[in-house]
């Protein structure tokens, strides 16, 4: 049985008790431990290269994995969103569709008519819903500006006794 040697990239194995042709122990003298800390630091560097590599590689696929998860995320959201905007046209013109019909039979049968009534008040509506909403957004950033400017003026009046307006006056 042979007797066991030590490994050069393990510091730690134990050292050969034998010259490895023969059970007779073999006499050495001791090493120097600072020397053979010295000899120690290459294999050591060596291993926290291998780590430090390794760690790189593991951060670089933990990034990959976010990317590639965050676009099928975002791929399957624009599939969703187009599905889901889809059947909402669909939905409407069915909707719109049987409307028009139906007013048509009501008017005698005259389609075409029922067609452009449902068409006119479809336009109108929307027409209707986005002056609403440009007057409603105009009012509210006219009213934030106002009491943007209130705020500074009293701020002035706080500081130094008047405003602008007062002062504009004095003049």
């Not at 593991?58 to 969703?80: E, Q, T, Y």
């Not at 409307?99 to 452009?116: Q, S």
């Not at 009534?117 to 509210?140: D, F």
């Amino acid at each position: 049985m042979d007797a066991p040697t030590q490994n050069p990239r393990n510091p730690f194995s134990p050292p050969p008790r034998t010259n490895g042709h023969s059970e007779r122990p073999v006499d050495f003298e001791p090493v120097n431990p600072a020397k053979r800390a010295f000899h120690e630091v290459p294999v050591y560097l060596a291993e926290l290269k291998s780590q430090a590599a390794y760690l790189l590689s593991a951060k670089v696929d933990a990034a990959k994995a976010s990317v590639r998860r965050l676009v099928m995320f975002a791929v399957l959201g624009v599939v969703g969103l187009l599905v889901g905007g889809g059947l909402l046209i669909s939905a409407a013109f069915l909707t719109l569709s049987g409307l028009a019909m139906g007013l048509g039979h009501l008017l005698g049968g005259h389609l075409w008519l029922g067609n452009l009534i449902v068409g006119l008040l479809v336009i109108g509506g929307t027409c209707l819903v986005a002056w609403m909403g440009v007057r409603k957004l105009t009012g509210a950033w006219h009213l934030q500006t106002e009491q943007k400017y209130e705020r500074k003026r009293n701020e002035q009046r706080g500081e130094f006794g008047r405003d602008v307006q007062q002062r504009a006056g004095q003049g």
